[in-house]
């Protein structure tokens, strides 16, 4: 899928939740559900420092896609990481570039990418963009 | 003198009023930013409105109005602190620059071989100031270790205060812990070896009368924003002796005697160290503030507080894997949280969006959280506008949130 059928299909899936408790609640079980990261490629040189929670970031090309592979020490940005892997992760790198990540707006998440936030989630995505933006040159 | 009584209280603060996300807000981050009270709102207002011109200088109406009432504004806090002089009363931006005045003067008056004694509960504004200036300057900086209730550890003390030591620079409260210093005691060991001493007000004024004389401190500082005034006002107080040693922190206008191109004589206390235009409207405003939260008795709000504090304990301690940082006896009501198996991160967000506003993180006191082996926790900081209510609120709002997370 493209990522912004991906999108699409989130963006649905969030859709039946008027309640914030109700949204987050869903957050945090794809947040259990997944295994993002193996403990042992948790090392410091993937380490993205957010002043409220830790963000692992890992990476692999195979052929013309980019892997991502990450994690958290807090569930709720483990669950908003699953939903960016979700599109990110299997995609081109010229298409990651591109995106602009319309759906976390859509869902109403667009403050756990907030500079002021530093739960490490911004920065996560500028490191996913730029490697994107460096396959994409290479 | 105005009875506290608290339903009357609250509404002398509009903010406490609103909802959040169709919630009714429950503000527990007070050792952030306190609310301000509809008077200090419209103080600023009005200053805007009708009376605003530069202040000092000025031979017109209404520069010496605002003079008048900056000045007003001083011997407020003069009188407030119990200060002996009111040149001793400088007014700043805030806490953190307060302390970095200081501690900038120091990194002039300190050489190699003299230390600078801090404690391991300061806020990062307590301890980075005076790195650099022990960088600056040569001078070591040492500290006064924690022990596990979140105390300062005064095991070593006589050896920590010693013929070295110039300057003490100490919080009288611990904004992550709630700790309440023995400051008396340090002052007295500090000042029998010649060494001046900072203490750090900012977590302190809110919960409790101060006597700056009494005290003995040398330098004592805090900020407005937290005392229900406005964000962008502070004040250090010094001894005049102690300020008048101190080199002038930045140059400009007002804080002049004479410039020529050869060079500059400074102004006297307290406008050698007031460059530029201050913020007049907010120290005007914060005067409104100490006129406001001096018509009550204190002990009357300290006693509804500590009453908080105890109330909100209880229940917290009756929640599973809920361990309280910071267990001193004598504390203010802040109380600082870790929970077994859930992010203080993840707590704060499930907590916000039911309407409870708390601060998670190191607090920027992140020795305070390596001391305790931890990455941060939930801290609720109540004010006295506060109420048992809003406690029930917040734990059953925690209740919620650790059952989505367990």
């Known amino acids: 899928m493209r990522i912004e059928e991906i999108e699409n299909e989130i963006i649905d899936e969030f859709a039946i939740y008027d309640d914030w408790m109700d949204k987050y609640e869903y957050i945090i079980e794809l947040g259990k559900d997944l295994s993002l990261i193996k403990e042992e490629n948790k090392t410091d040189d993937k380490l993205i420092k957010g002043c409220q929670s830790r963000v692992w970031l890992d990476s692999e090309k195979d052929g013309e896609i980019l892997n991502f592979y990450a994690d958290s020490d807090a569930i709720i940005t483990k669950g908003i990481i699953s939903l960016l892997l979700r599109v990110f992760s299997g995609q081109k790198p010229e298409d990651i570039a591109k995106s602009d990540l319309r759906f976390i707006k859509e869902i109403g998440l667009q403050e756990h990418l907030s500079p002021t936030r530093a739960n490490g989630l911004l920065s996560m995505v500028k490191q996913i963009k730029l490697l994107a933006l460096q396959n994409v040159a290479a | ?406």
């Not at chain 2, 509960?121 to 301890?127: F, L, T, V």
């Not at chain 2, 008048?244 to 004589?265: H, N, R």
Request: charge should be negative; aromatic fraction near 8%.
């Open chain 2, 1 to 406: 003198m105005r009875k506290f009584e608290i339903n009357t209280v609250r509404k002398d603060f509009p903010l406490l009023e609103r909802t959040i996300y169709g919630k009714r807000l429950v503000y527990f981050d007070n050792g952030a930013t306190a609310q301000k009270p509809q008077i200090v709102i419209d103080r600023i207002q009005q200053y805007y409105s009708s009376e605003n011109a530069n202040i000092h200088r000025g031979v017109h109406h209404l520069s010496q109005v605002g003079t008048d009432l900056y000045e007003e504004a001083r011997k407020t806090i003069q009188s407030f602190l119990n200060a002996k002089h009111e040149e001793e009363i400088i007014m700043t931006k805030g806490t953190t620059d307060s302390i970095n005045l200081v501690a900038f003067g120091y990194s002039k008056l300190l050489k190699a071989g003299d230390e600078v004694l801090i404690t391991e509960m300061e806020h990062h504004s307590n301890i980075v100031p005076w790195q650099m200036a022990c960088e600056y300057s040569g001078a070591t900086c040492r500290y006064i270790p924690l022990n596990g209730k979140g105390e300062l550890d005064l095991s070593n003390i006589d050896e920590l205060i010693n013929s070295k030591t110039k300057i003490l620079a100490v919080t009288h409260v611990s904004n992550s812990l709630g700790t309440i210093n023995p400051i008396e005691m340090l002052i007295e060991k500090a000042h029998a070896v010649g060494a001046k001493v900072l203490i750090d007000g900012a977590q302190s004024l809110q919960h409790f009368k101060v006597d700056v004389q009494q005290l003995d401190a040398d330098f004592y500082v805090f900020s407005g924003h937290k005392l229900f005034g406005p964000t962008g006002t502070g004040v250090l107080y010094g001894k005049k002796e102690a300020l008048e040693q101190l080199p002038p922190y930045q140059g400009g206008g007002d804080m002049i005697k004479e410039v020529k191109m050869s060079g500059t004589t400074y102004n006297e206390l307290p406008h050698k160290f007031e460059a530029g235009t201050p913020n007049i409207a907010g120290g005007i405003a914060l005067k409104t503030a100490i006129d406001y939260f001096t018509e009550f008795d204190l002990s009357e709000l300290e006693a509804h507080e500590k009453e908080l504090l105890e109330y909100a304990e209880t229940k917290l301690k009756a929640l599973p894997g809920v361990r309280i940082i910071g267990t001193s006896e004598n504390k203010v009501s802040v109380l600082s949280f870790v929970v077994e198996g859930a992010h203080h991160f993840d707590v704060g967000t499930l907590l916000d969006k039911q309407g409870v506003a708390v601060r998670t993180g190191h607090h920027c006191t992140q020795p305070v959280m390596d001391y305790f082996g931890i990455n941060g926790t939930v801290r609720a900081s109540f004010a006295f506008y506060n109420t048992k209510e809003e406690v029930d609120i917040f734990i059953g709002a925690l209740e919620r949130a650790l059952n989505m997370l367990g």
